[in-house]
């Protein structure tokens, strides 16, 4: 069986049900359940013999190396994290809580874990650490794309806790043998994404026919990549990724936020069209995050040779299917737009959105 970490998340429960879509190998979730987590997003396993959740912390050494002796998982896919860059900027604590210290106790537990291995479980045990991009820094316009030998230069408390996760994860690997596996992703999007994130905050805003807040002049650049890419790639680097080794991930699809903006207007225009006019009169340039990194773009052409993971989405389907997901679920979003939700945007966007 398999331990995943912030499988209630966004990635996490993408990447569990895809999983047990393909696979017959039990998935035990340990979540915390914060405000991101949202185990609604897996109420199609309930009563899947395959499928354990188990609520709770991955700083709870005592829990976790209690999880790993019942269950003697064969891998552990680190998923749990603190992922909000502008809540980050508002409030580093819990990023370095979760992203560092947490992180750090689910490695001892792991390390504990897999010190007791021996035989083919020890040999075959990985610890797959999933990443960002972010950790790379900025790119200037004529820059190369992130490869896996760039310099760490993260520029957000975000970035910056997860570099710091990256480190240890490598240094468990350098000192202790942990075979450990670490991804380096870009932006990603799909179902059951939070809708603080760009394109789901514009979905919902816009059918609330409330502004959709472009941060600064929205020139600023990410690479877009479908979740389910991403977890088709997880399962590779996992299948067949060299312990010790980082892959980058990313969709080669680089464009620029108002770009991005601007189809998700065009498309709800065309599938579910207003009466105000189109929906690209919404859209509102607002106050630039502090710090903002201006552009990201990943190189994925070491997980291309070595594993041979492309992505099998090009943007266009994607973010039709996305838009449409978010469409024909109305009580979805409803149900996650909660006072605590409703706090945040207030509290953010200080009533830009009206
Ligand atoms: P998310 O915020 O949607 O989900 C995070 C999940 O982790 C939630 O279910 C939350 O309850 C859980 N969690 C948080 N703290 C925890 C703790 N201490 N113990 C146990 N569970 C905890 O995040 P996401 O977008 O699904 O991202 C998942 C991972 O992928 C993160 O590590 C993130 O850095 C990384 N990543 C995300 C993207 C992206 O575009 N979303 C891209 C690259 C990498
Ligand atoms: O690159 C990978 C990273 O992508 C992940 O590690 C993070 O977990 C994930 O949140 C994401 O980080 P970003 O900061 O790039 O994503 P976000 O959706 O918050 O913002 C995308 C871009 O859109 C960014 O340039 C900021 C901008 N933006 C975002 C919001 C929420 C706006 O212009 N307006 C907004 O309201």
Known sequence: MIFVTGGAGFIGSNFVLDWLARSEEPVLNLDKLTYAGNPENL????????????HGDIGDGELVARLLRDHQPRAVINLAAESHVD????????????????TF??????????????????RLFRFLHVSTDEVFGSLQASDPAFREDNAYQPNSPYSASKAASDHLVRAYHHTYGLPVLTSNCSNNYGPFQFPEKLIPLMIVNALAGQNLPVYGDGLQRRDWLHVADHCEALRRVLEA???GETYNVGGRNELANIQIVQRVCDLLDELAPRAGGSFRGLITHVADRPGHDRRYAVDASKIATELGWRPA??????????????????????????????????????????
């Open 43 to 54: 109420a199609s396993l309930q009563g899947d013999a395959r499928y354990a959740f188990v």
């Open 87 to 102: 809540r980050s900027i508002h409030g580093p604590a819990a990023f370095v809580q979760t992203n560092v210290v947490a």
């Open 105 to 122: 106790h689910l490695l001892e537990a792991v390390r504990n874990y897999f010190a007791g291995l021996q035989g083919e479980p020890r």
């Open 241 to 243: 990724g060299r312990p």
């Open 313 to 354: 989405h090009t943007f266009e389907e994607g973010i039709r299917q996305t838009v449409q997901w978010y469409l024909d679920r109305p009580g979805w979003v409803e149900r996650v737009k909660t006072g605590a939700y409703r706090e945040w945007v207030q509290a953010h966007y200080q009533g830009s959105l009206q």
